[in-house]
């Protein structure tokens, strides 16, 4: 089966560092994404990753254990609008066609 | 440019209207999707179109039919919907993209409809 987790709320402060985990059980695997979702707006991609290691993009980053099944995400140096949902997704490419098998989601609430 | 547009943006419609969303995208991307999402949850895909074809339905009911009349073009046409219907209906386009790290396919979301059936 496809099993993708994440924990469901965090909370942080303004200007620290935040740590989303993912651990994924999945019959295909060709990349992980994390994406960004503010409330009642699309999703927004903020990171790829498909070899072991870590991403840095800017505040973000990301890291990926392909043996461990396992993704974080770092949120560095927090701001108010880093108050989000993020998306862990594993991208299951069968034949002609990709698919995103989501998490269910880390609501990420930072606080002042 | 990474844009997906929808229209409308918001959607009321009784039980027995006939309503249509519209997605387009400009950047050439070869597969494009619908994703339906209620609050608090992940987006369920609905739909995946390849190269304007129809590649996977996920087992979605007939009273949501999708159409893609050309490569830039995605519609969603709904019809006799409930009120459990009611969520954010988002499109997504990808391109594969061949790298020495393997097949990346980012998916761009637009900004979504939200639809109210009452």
């Known amino acids: 089966g496809q099993n993708i987790d994440q924990p469901t709320e965090m909370t942080a402060t303004e200007g620290a560092i935040v740590q989303i985990n993912c651990t994924y059980q999945t019959s295909g695997f060709n990349g992980l994404f994390w994406y960004q979702q503010h409330a009642g707006e699309a999703p927004t991609f903020l990171s790829y990753n498909v070899l072991d290691g870590l991403e840095e993009k800017g505040r973000f980053s990301s890291f990926l254990s392909r043996s461990k099944g396992y993704s974080y995400l770092l949120l560095k140096e927090l701001q108010m609008k880093d108050s989000a949902s993020y998306l862990c997704?594993?991208?299951?490419?069968?034949?002609?066609?990709?698919?995103?098998?989501f998490g269910t989601g880390t609501l990420l609430a930072v606080q002042p | 440019d990474t844009e997906v547009t929808q229209t409308p943006k918001h959607l009321v419609m009784g039980m027995t209207n006939k309503k249509s969303l519209k997605c387009e995208q400009h950047?050439?991307?070869?597969?494009m999707y619908w994703y339906k999402q209620k609050a608090k949850k992940p987006p369920e895909l609905m739909f995946v179109y390849s190269y304007e074809k129809l590649s996977i339905n996920e087992s979605v009911p007939s009273r949501f039919s999708p159409e893609c009349p050309n490569s830039s073009l995605l519609n969603l046409h709904l019809h006799a919907l409930q009120p459990e219907d009611s969520a954010l209906y988002l499109c997504a386009s990808s391109q594969r993209r061949d790298s020495v790290f393997g097949d990346q396919e980012t998916q761009y979301f637009g900004p979504g409809t939200r639809l109210l059936v009452l």
């Open positions: 997704a594993v991208q299951d490419l069968g034949g002609a066609t990709n698919k995103l098998i």
């Open positions: 950047m050439g991307h070869r597969a």
